[in-house]
């Protein structure tokens, strides 16, 4: 079963613009991560935010974190070719548990030249 | 090696054949988890390891599927009897971290499983 959903499903944008996507989850957890994951190959983790964080920066990304919303979003800003990708979130229970980390089905971002 | 390896890269199968998938992790790495992707879909936890302890399997989805690792480094994703509904790609991640609080895994490629 999948814990997080994405949303939107699909998003394609002009290159330089924003692009934002949401992930709503359903049970407690301990931190919440975003993964990429380029056509044909594995993901690749850019960012982490803790249950007691509300919002975090790493480079062009900016991730927010709502607990009582059960939500979060990723924000790319100047959105490059090189963004087009599969993003996924991914939560891990708080209690922790052997089964790491629960995934979203993902959002399809396409970034047009 | 720098990152995740799993080989074969792509594996077709006919129906009722057993396949071995196989996966290096970075070296040191405790944690190894397998995953299963459908096309189109997020992946979809199958079994956990710390070192040589299978501490979860409840991800594997029959009593066809079974794992191992045996020295607590490389891991083998057995399937035998391969059917249609089997394919997809199976991705293998490891982490530094053990327990509770999983952070950061590292993927690898993964392995496109077909059964014809």
């Known amino acids: 079963s999948q814990q997080g959903e994405e949303d939107p499903q699909a998003l394609s944008i002009q290159e330089g613009e924003n692009a934002t996507m949401n992930c709503s989850y359903k049970?407690?957890?301990?931190?919440l991560q975003w993964y990429r994951q380029n056509s044909g190959r594995g993901l690749v983790h850019l960012i982490l935010?803790?249950?007691?964080?509300r919002e975090k920066h790493s480079g062009r990304l900016r991730v927010t974190l709502d607990t009582s919303k059960k939500s979060s979003s990723l924000l790319i800003t100047a959105s490059r070719a090189a963004d087009t990708a599969s993003y996924f979130c991914?939560?891990?229970?708080?209690?922790?548990?052997?089964?790491?980390?629960?995934f979203g089905k993902g959002t399809h971002l396409i970034i047009q030249p | 090696g720098a990152g995740v390896s799993q080989s074969p890269r792509y594996k077709v199968a006919k129906r009722g054949q057993d396949v071995a998938l196989r996966c290096d992790p970075i070296?040191?790495?405790?944690?190894l988890f397998w995953y299963q992707q459908a096309l189109g879909q997020g992946p979809e936890f199958l079994t956990y390891?710390?070192?040589?302890?299978?501490?979860?399997k409840s991800g594997l989805p029959s009593d066809r599927f079974f794992a191992e690792r045996p020295e607590g480094s490389v891991s083998t994703l057995k399937i035998q009897r391969t059917q249609q509904e089997d394919s997809a790609v199976y991705l293998c991640?490891?982490?530094?971290?053990?327990?509770?609080?999983?952070?950061?895994?590292?993927f690898g490629s993964g392995t496109q499983l077909s059964v014809l």
């Open positions: 991640a490891s982490s530094l971290v053990t327990g509770p609080g999983v952070e950061k895994l590292f």
């Open positions: 049970t407690s957890i301990n931190n």
């Open positions: 935010i803790r249950s007691n964080e």
């Open positions: 991914a939560t891990v229970l708080s209690g922790g548990g052997a089964d790491g980390l629960t």
């Open positions: 070296s040191g790495h405790v944690s």
């Open positions: 390891f710390q070192n040589e302890a299978q501490l979860d």
